[in-house]
């Protein structure tokens, strides 16, 4: 895994210094970001996944340039948010998991397949069949997870995914997110328990990194700067 490397990188938007010289290597498998509402760490998810652009400095993500290769970055990478609403498209559960492979070069049969496994694998096989938007809210969060899964990707970014769900169904998606070790998982958390269950911390502070390490350690620097 050749993770996500940001140098001396600034996004603006409008008026606004969203972030500012961010420096940072993040190789790890699961890697945390923790810090307030409107420090930044959000956008620095959007510019990992590449839906968000720097205004200056380098970013490099998997090896790519998201500038120069958005395609090439896009078909590697997943992302995931907290309203899962905003990534269901399709009628009905197993046609909105199949939706997420149309680009990919598959024969019928194989992109059936991958399919079929993977609402096994999230639990969804039974209500293949029902209505996508009518499910609960930890059904779609599933969906949503599945969606992204489907496609195999080798970076999953995930924005506060367990915001609206209850302890159980936060459990699943976060079992899922965590354990499965084929991907590089970066996830935008208020959940600190959560956050030292990974294996690296970002702790985003007034729109820069203020720092990276071992999760139980940027935990407690970020709890030291909630208590000033």
């Known amino acids: 895994m050749s993770g996500i490397q940001m140098d001396a990188v600034s996004v603006r938007l409008g008026d606004t210094d969203v972030l500012h010289d961010v420096t940072c290597s993040l190789t790890e498998r699961t890697i945390a ?23 200056s400095g380098t970013v490099r993500v998997l090896g790519l340039d998201p500038a120069r290769d958005a395609a090439g970055l896009r078909r590697r990478v997943a992302v995931v948010f907290s309203n899962p609403d905003a990534q269901i498209i399709m009628p009905t559960v197993a046609e909105d998991v199949a939706f997420s492979l149309r680009s990919e070069k598959l024969p019928r049969e194989e992109k059936k397949r991958r399919t079929q496994e993977a609402l096994h694998r999230f639990g969804l096989s039974d209500i293949a069949d029902r209505s996508a938007h009518d499910l609960s809210g930890g059904q779609k969060q599933l969906l949503a997870l599945c969606g992204a899964f489907v496609r195999e990707p080798d970076l999953v970014i995930a924005d506060e995914p367990t915001a609206y769900l209850d302890a159980r169904n936060a459990r699943r998606v976060t079992d899922h997110l965590l354990e499965d070790g084929s991907h590089q998982l970066l996830l935008v958390t208020h959940d600190l328990a959560l956050a030292q269950r990974c294996e690296q911390a970002v702790f985003v502070k007034d729109g820069t990194i203020a720092a990276v390490g071992k999760p139980a350690e940027i935990v407690a620097a970020y709890e030291e700067h909630l208590a000033c």
């Open 33 to 55: 970001v923790v810090g307030e509402n409107g420090s930044g760490k959000s956008t620095l998810a959007r510019l990992a996944g590449g839906l968000a652009a720097a205004t």
